[in-house]
């Protein structure tokens, strides 16, 4: 039995902590992808936490925590009898990517501004998503609603008039009280804040929809 500890590279002897981990430890043995989720989402959760509280010592232990859930992921789609891939593969496919995503960097492409770097990403992005017949799709359906409707919003200047024209607050604070706001609103009336942004936000990806399939 290898002793992870003993590899001179440390992210290989995580990988290698965690197939021993999935297959020797009787709890590990047993998980599915689904299970892992809710185990995901936490951990990211408490990296944001990290990072917004400014605790660099908090930061390292998460992004390690969010790490292993990578790893775990990876461990437990190496086993499966049809489709299996290991950490290697998600290793290469991610490299892969990201070569073809900055051209400036490992090509002759010229990116001298951010706007020009995301001009090559978006290029590079769209080749890659060629099946893709909205520019919603892609969009994770699970995402906390607020979060969704900023990437949907983004998506759909795209394709429609601004469809959540309102006074704007002058900052992020502001914008962060006239938040806490509508939903001390809600509060006060019953209403589900989640549900109406999500409701709302069906509404707009049906706009969207139907904007693209008009000829």
Same mark, same amino acid.
């Given at each position: 039995?290898?002793?992870?500890?003993?590899?001179?590279?440390?992210?290989?002897?995580?990988?290698?902590?965690?197939?021993? *981990?999935?297959?020797?430890?009787?709890?590990?043995?047993?998980?599915?992808?689904?299970?892992?989720?809710?185990? #995901?989402?936490?951990?990211?959760?408490?990296?944001?936490?990290?990072? =917004?509280?400014?605790?660099?010592?908090?930061?390292?232990? =998460?992004?390690?925590?969010?790490?292993?859930?990578?790893?775990?992921?990876?461990?437990?789609?190496?086993?499966?009898?049809? =489709?299996?891939?290991?950490?290697?593969? *998600?290793?290469?496919?991610?490299?892969? %990517?990201?070569?073809?995503?900055?051209?400036?960097?490992? /090509?002759?492409?010229?990116?001298?501004?951010? =706007?020009?770097?995301?001009?090559?990403?978006?290029?590079?992005?769209?080749?890659? %998503? %060629?099946?893709?017949?909205?520019? #919603?799709?892609?969009?994770? $359906?699970?995402?906390?609603?607020? /979060?969704?409707?900023?990437?949907?919003?983004?998506?759909?200047? %795209?394709?429609?008039?601004?469809? /959540?024209?309102?006074?704007?607050?002058?900052?992020? /604070?502001?914008?962060?009280?006239?938040?806490?706001? #509508? *939903?001390?609103?809600?509060?006060?009336?019953?209403?589900?804040?989640?549900?109406? #942004?999500?409701?709302?936000?069906?509404?707009?990806?049906?706009?969207?929809?139907?904007?693209? $399939?008009?000829?």
């Amino acid at each position: 039995m290898t002793d992870p500890l003993q590899l001179p590279d440390p992210l290989r002897a995580a990988a290698e902590t965690m197939r021993q *981990v999935r297959e020797r430890c009787v709890w590990s043995q047993q998980i599915t992808h689904r299970d892992l989720v809710p185990y #995901l989402i936490e951990e990211s959760h408490e990296l944001i936490d990290a990072v =917004e509280s400014g605790d660099r010592a908090e930061m390292r232990e =998460e992004l390690g925590d969010l790490l292993w859930q990578v790893l775990f992921h990876a461990a437990v789609a190496a086993q499966d009898p049809e =489709e299996p891939f290991d950490i290697d593969d *998600v290793a290469r496919g991610l490299t892969e %990517k990201m070569v073809r995503r900055h051209p400036h960097v490992f /090509a002759d492409a010229v990116a001298t501004t951010p =706007e020009e770097v995301l001009v090559h990403w978006n290029a590079a992005k769209a080749l890659e %998503k %060629k099946e893709r017949r909205s520019v #919603l799709d892609g969009v994770p $359906s699970g995402m906390p609603a607020l /979060a969704r409707a900023q990437k949907v919003l983004g998506r759909a200047a %795209k394709v429609v008039d601004d469809p /959540a024209a309102a006074s704007e607050p002058a900052s992020e /604070a502001e914008l962060g009280d006239a938040l806490l706001a #509508l *939903v001390a609103q809600a509060r006060e009336n019953g209403w589900d804040a989640e549900r109406a #942004l999500r409701e709302r936000l069906r509404l707009l990806e049906d706009q969207v929809r139907a904007a693209e $399939s008009r000829p």
